[in-house]
């Protein structure tokens, strides 16, 4: 049974009310000290009513910092990193759940550990990949030996590079995989009963097909959900 207690109800909305009148009042201040002049946001005490310079200061701001090539710059980087991520983890999890191997657990925990990687950590290392992300091919073939014999057989020495600097691709690729999306996906994918598994499985449907008609159609709100986190991350990834 519900108890009808008009008077806590008014004092609960009043506290609702309170809380968010003190999350607008900033941005009411920051929308307001847009609409003056520099002077006038400058003096004190603080304007409250808003001016009429708004739009000079946005097309002064716009020209100064140059925010459409900036806005455009960001947004092609935050696709490519939603549409990047939203793909790897999907596979990953997929893998993960789905195929039966010794190293599922260990590779799921693997990546689950690097959310304690804070991405302060990963600046260097993620700057020198991006200088050349043949690198880690390059250490594999001077370990294993197969650099020196191409050297001895042929004469010419090999030496991998690929620069990712000052592109999308260099801004995009080090930000795509994801252990938040991989853990979502994964107990997403554990929720998948056995018998759909296999009645697609009867019904001719490989590995591929199971994924793409079946298990995406049906994470359609875990993708949603997904991209607009990872949209909000890149998008306000300086880094």
Known sequence: MIERTPALNIATHAILL?????????????FVAATHTLQA?????????????????????????????????TFIVSIGVVVGKITLAAMTAFGIVFFNHRLRMPIFWMVFITLMLPLEVRIVPTYAVAANALTPFQAILDVTGISWLIGQ??????KLKWNLLNSYTGLILPLVATATGT??????????????VEAAKM??????????QILIPLSRTNIAALATIMFVYSWNQYL
């Open 203 to 212: 019904d001719g449907a490989g590995s591929v097909r199971f994924l793409w």
């Open 18 to 30: 309170s809380g968010l009148l003190l999350l607008l009042t900033p941005l009411w201040i920051a």
């Open 153 to 158: 057989a042929s004469g010419i020495r090999v």
């Open 41 to 73: 946001t400058s003096s004190a005490p603080i304007e409250f009513l808003p001016g009429d310079q708004l739009l000079v200061n946005i097309r002064e701001a716009w020209t100064r910092s140059d925010f459409g090539v900036k806005y455009v710059n």
């Open 183 to 196: 853990f979502l996906y994964r107990q997403f994918f554990l929720t998948i009963p056995d018998e759909l």
